[in-house]
């Protein structure tokens, strides 16, 4: 069963950046997609950027060219560099393993997940 720890999160004024980060283990990460979803209060667990194993990656419209997905697979990693930050980016973000494509919206009761790290970003 695949276990995920999330972290990197906080709060962070408007254009500002965090790095999130999503150590995992069970699984054999190298052949696994990795996706980090978010979830802000009374919404969906949204899809917010994938990786596949070959390292194709997929981005929602709404972060195209702010977000960067990127693992490392020495580590069991997988990243989530977030710049130039906007309140709408306010949520608990959550990563799991997945497949392309990555489906743009999940069920928190669903598989496993982590406890997920909060992102807040007001001023």
């Known amino acids: 069963q695949v276990q995920l720890v999330e972290s990197g999160g906080g709060l962070v004024q408007p254009g500002g950046s965090l790095r999130l980060s999503c150590a995992a283990s069970?699984?054999?990460?190298?052949?696994?997609?990795m996706v980090w979803y978010r979830q802000a209060p009374g919404k969906q667990r949204e899809l917010v950027a994938g990786?596949?194993?070959?390292?194709?990656?997929t981005y929602v419209d709404s972060v195209k060219g702010r977000f960067t997905i990127s693992r490392d697979n020495t580590k069991n990693t997988v990243y989530l560099q977030m710049n130039n930050l906007k309140p709408e980016d306010t949520a608990v973000y959550y990563c799991?393993?997945?497949?392309?494509?990555?489906?743009?919206?999940?069920?928190?009761?669903?598989?496993?997940w982590g406890q997920g790290t909060q992102v807040t970003v007001s001023s």
């Open positions: 069970g699984i054999i990460f190298r052949l696994n997609g």
């Open positions: 990786i596949t194993s070959g390292g194709s990656t």
């Open positions: 799991n393993a997945g497949k392309a494509p990555f489906p743009r919206a999940v069920s928190p009761n669903k598989g496993s």
